[in-house]
């Protein structure tokens, strides 16, 4: 059963950077089938979408986020990783990382749901 | 690209039917039937209880069904149960590779 995992420091220091990565076991992150993804959830209010990232590199972002947002994959480890600079109190949130199966027929393929989690991990900003 | 709309709160008494909307404009909802929902239980990581508009993974309840009628979406929740209590976001794809989530919505099982 395919299972992700957050991890990285859970408090970092304004204007900052911010690095997470999120390991997938029980199966590959190689695949065509899935792209990966972060969404965030600040404390008490709802869900953000981060970026998206497929295997082969290929990167998608939040319009708002763009400027200061990097996700990278290394398939070798089974990992993709978030990088979030210029971090403010206003990134303190959870984030969680997430597959995203893949719809639509070649060259239009798209991803548009998340369908595996991981638990989520707290990142506050603070000094 | 901005916040599809959620009521804040809905409630219903065991058994009833309870349908919560999702309100996105024609950039989102209302040009692609990609609208998803998601379940999340307090300090748990979100469920996905529909998804492409209208499709149940497996292992979720036939009790809930996703439909679209123009610019919203709405999931509908039949014979609540106690354990349905919990916060449900819908998302959109809103093209250009880009999703949007909802503000969220909290449904009290009375």
């Known amino acids: 059963q395919l299972q992700l995992q957050e991890s990285g420091p859970g408090l970092v220091k304004p204007s900052e950077t911010l690095s997470l990565t999120c390991s997938v076991s029980?199966?590959?992150?190689?695949?065509?089938?899935?792209?990966w993804g972060w969404i965030r959830q600040p404390p008490g209010t709802g869900l953000e979408w981060i970026g998206t990232i497929y295997y082969s590199g290929t990167t998608y972002y939040n319009p708002s986020l763009k400027s200061r947002v990097t996700i990278s994959v290394d398939t070798s480890k089974n990992q993709f990783s978030l990088k979030l600079s210029s971090v403010t109190a206003a990134d303190t949130a959870v984030y969680y990382c997430?597959?995203?199966?893949?719809?639509?027929?070649?060259?239009?393929?798209?991803?548009?749901?998340?369908?595996?989690w991981g638990k989520g991990t707290t990142v506050t900003v603070s000094s | 690209q901005s916040a599809l709309t959620q009521p804040a709160s809905v409630s219903g008494s065991p058994g009833q039917s309870i349908t919560i909307s999702c309100t996105g404009t024609s950039s989102d909802v209302g040009s692609y039937s990609l609208v998803s929902w998601y379940q999340q239980h307090p300090g748990k990581a979100p469920k996905l209880m529909i998804y492409e508009g209208s499709k149940r993974p497996s292992g979720v309840s036939n009790r809930f069904s996703g439909s679209k009628s123009g610019n919203t979406a709405s999931l509908t929740i039949s014979g609540l149960q106690a354990e349905d209590e919990a916060d449900y976001y819908c998302?959109?794809?809103?093209?250009?590779?880009?999703?949007?989530f909802g503000g969220g919505t909290k449904l009290t099982v009375l």
């Open positions: 998302c959109s794809y809103a093209g250009s590779s880009t999703l949007v």
């Open positions: 997430a597959r995203q199966p893949s719809s639509g027929y070649y060259p239009n393929y798209y991803y548009s749901y998340m369908d595996v």
């Open positions: 029980g199966g590959s992150l190689s695949t065509s089938s899935y792209y």
